[in-house]
Structures are given as structure tokens and as C-alpha cells.
Nanobody, 127 residues
Framework: QVQLVESGGGLVQPGGSLRLSCAAS????????VGWFRQAPGKEREGVACSMSDNSKYYEDSVKGRFTISRDNTKNTVYLQMNSLKPEDTAVYYCATVTPSWNCRTIATAANPSDYWGQGTQVTVTS
């Protein structure tokens, strides 16, 4: 059974940091590109970061320099380190596989309902 389970969300002040984790099981994690997506109320789901199986990384423009995606294939886990958080980063964050993997290069529009998805974790940035 395929599972992706996100954790690490929460409430943080502007300028703060959070680290999200996504633990995967039930598929060959190391062969897949894996991305982080977010969806704010009333907005479409957008991709923010993606890690390909060769560890190439891609970011949506608004998070470049602030967010870092990483993966540990020995733990079947992908992380999203989020620094310098802004109120506009407030959203539910999801991890998902990204297929085909080259869609990582255009991660902002790579959300595919046919991929494997986690249940999401809420990130709220507010003073």
C-alpha cells in the first residue's frame, strides 16, 4: 500500500523557519522524483520544490533562496526546510511523486492527481 505521510507543519511568525518531512512507503522511493506542493484557501495547488532521483533540485521562483528540498533514500523520506517564512507561504503543504520526472523542471505546474499524494500538513505564518 502506497503511503506518503507529511509532518512538521505548524504556526510560525514571519521570518521564522519550519522543516517539513514526508515519509514514503509502498513504492520504490529512490526511483521517483518527489515534490512539495502547497494550496492556500481559494487558490490552486502549486508546486514549490522538487527532487529528482539523481538529486537534481528545482524550485518555484517565489521560494528560491528560502526553501531547500532534500531527500534521504535510506529512510524513504523527503524534507522541505523553509526559512524566512512569509505570510503568503501560509497553505496546506503536500508531498507527492512527480511523474514523469522531468516535470520537476516546471514544478510550479506539475501537480498531477494521478501521482501518489500525502494528506497534507498545515503551515501558518502569522504574527
Amino acid at each position: 500500500q502506497v503511503q506518503l505521510v507529511e509532518s512538521g507543519g505548524g504556526l510560525v511568525q514571519p521570518g521564522g523557519s519550519l522543516r517539513l518531512s514526508c515519509a514514503a512507503s509502498g513504492f520504490s522511493f529512490d526511483y521517483y522524483a518527489v515534490g512539495w506542493f502547497r494550496q492556500a484557501p481559494g487558490k490552486e495547488r502549486e508546486g514549490v520544490a522538487c527532487s529528482m532521483s539523481d538529486n537534481s533540485k528545482y524550485y518555484e521562483d517565489s521560494v528560491k533562496g528560502r526553501f531547500t528540498i532534500s531527500r534521504d533514500n535510506t529512510k524513504n523520506t523527503v524534507y522541505l526546510q523553509m526559512n524566512s517564512l512569509k505570510p503568503e507561504d501560509t497553505a496546506v503543504y503536500y508531498c507527492a511523486t512527480v511523474t514523469p520526472s522531468w516535470n520537476c523542471r516546471t514544478i510550479a505546474t506539475a501537480a498531477n492527481p494521478s501521482d501518489y499524494w500525502g494528506q497534507g500538513t498545515q503551515v501558518t505564518v502569522t504574527s
